[in-house]
């Protein structure tokens, strides 16, 4: 009886899977604290993908290089694979940094920081201006931000 129970999960997990399909082709979609390929954000990016939206990406500054390294890695394209079996294409990665609202929220000593050189604008203000005038507008907007193991309170 136990493989037949699992037979019967697997199709009850495939028969919902097929209920929820939704388009969102057309629809623009910013997942706000993704910076790997394992946790809650990046799962929520490969369903908005799967489900045809283009997807976009604020990541935290001092780790953007290193996400975006990550992503060009030939290991990271099993997490980058779709229902279909394509890789899903992130439009563009936005640096950002939800603790500042506009550039005159930035302390000193977080504008001269070097995990902070050279990322471009990445205040919210900033982010949304940048996300305005590449695709005018977001249709879904995902929160994913606090749960890095940098964060401590």
């Given amino acids: ?10 199709r009850a997990a ?8 939704v388009d969102l082709t057309g629809k623009v979609a ?3 604290g993704v910076a790997d390929t394992s946790g809650y954000g990046w799962a929520i990016a ?14 935290w500054p001092p780790v953007l290089k290193l996400f975006e390294g990550t992503l060009k890695k030939a290991s990271t394209n099993e997490a ?3 229902d279909d079996g ?3 294409e992130i439009a563009k990665i936005y640096p950002l940094d939800a603790m500042f609202d506009a550039p005159e ?11 902070y050189a050279g990322v ?17 507008k977001v249709d879904i907007l995902v929160h994913s931000l606090a749960n890095g193991p940098e964060v401590t309170k």
């Fill in 120 to 136: 471009g604008q990445y205040t919210i203000g900033e982010v949304v201006e940048q996300v305005k005038a590449d695709y005018g």
């Fill in 1 to 10: 009886a136990g493989s037949s129970d699992v037979l019967a999960q697997a």
């Fill in 46 to 59: 490969r369903e908005l993908a799967n489900a045809g939206a283009t997807v976009l990406i604020g990541t």
């Fill in 80 to 82: 980058r694979k779709l």
């Fill in 105 to 115: 929220d930035v302390p000193e000593d977080v504008k001269t920081n070097k995990r």
């Fill in 14 to 21: 495939l028969l919902a899977r097929k209920a929820l399909k």
């Fill in 30 to 32: 910013f997942i706000a």
């Fill in 86 to 88: 394509s890789l899903m």
